[in-house]
């Protein structure tokens, strides 16, 4: 099974990334099996979409298809978005129009928000809300959110991140790689052809 792992900040080396490769090794802990696509959002520096798309020249060549490719291998993604102006960030709206390919469709996605303070649910509220409607991703009713993530780190958290969060981490993983399992026959009666966009 394959899992894509999308860091969506737009730093470098970003609070994101370290939380994308933390989410990696808890998901390898949980099924050593596991085909896991990182993609830095920060790091791979996709333009906003443009119609230029469609011509396939330079980074829609060979970067996007390969992109594009491994995210629709893909049985399920999480999305790691940092809150940026009480948002989802640009590259992570960018993302949904990317991919017209149906890479996302009838596929489970988890949103995983981090806030250097107290934020991270409007990033939520808001994919929830505007990303699934041509993509068809399909998010799974758990979310985790952390916030002072500055502070989280495994074994030695700081005081600001409470005792249950790891816990909630392993438990909302482990669903999401069932759904992720699960969901893999529903998309053998999608049709694409006829109702490739929502209502
Ligand atoms: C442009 C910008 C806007 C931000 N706005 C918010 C915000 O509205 N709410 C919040 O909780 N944190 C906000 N932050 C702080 C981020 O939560 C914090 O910098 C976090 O580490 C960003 O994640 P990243 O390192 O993955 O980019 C903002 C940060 C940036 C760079």
Do not use: Q
């Not at 594009?68 to 992570?92: H, R």
């Not at 985790?144 to 969060?165: A, C, D, M, Q, T």
């Amino acid at each position: 099974m394959k899992i894509s792992i999308i860091s969506a900040s737009h730093r470098i080396n970003s609070e994101s990334k370290k939380i994308s490769d933390l989410l990696k090794n808890n998901l390898l802990n949980l099924n050593s099996n596991l085909n896991i696509f990182s993609l830095d959002l920060a790091k791979s520096s996709l333009p906003l979409w443009s119609p230029d798309k469609k011509n396939g020249e330079g980074v829609w060549g060979e970067t996007w298809n390969s992109i594009s490719k491994n995210l629709e291998n893909s049985d399920g993604f999480i999305l790691v978005v940092p809150e940026y102006g009480g948002m989802a960030t640009p590259a992570a709206k960018n993302i949904f129009l990317l991919c017209g390919n149906g890479e996302f469709s009838h596929k489970p996605g988890l949103i995983v928000s981090i806030s250097s303070g107290d934020g991270g649910a409007y990033p939520i509220s808001e994919l929830r809300s505007s990303s699934y409607k041509n993509t068809h991703i399909m998010w799974i009713p758990e979310n985790i959110i952390i916030r002072n993530v500055e502070e989280f780190n495994p074994g030695s958290h700081g005081k600001n991140i409470p005792e249950w969060l790891d816990y909630r981490i392993d438990y909302v993983l482990k669903l999401f790689l069932a759904y992720a399992s699960n969901m893999k026959p529903i998309r053998k009666i999608v049709n694409r052809k006829d109702f490739g966009n929502g209502m």
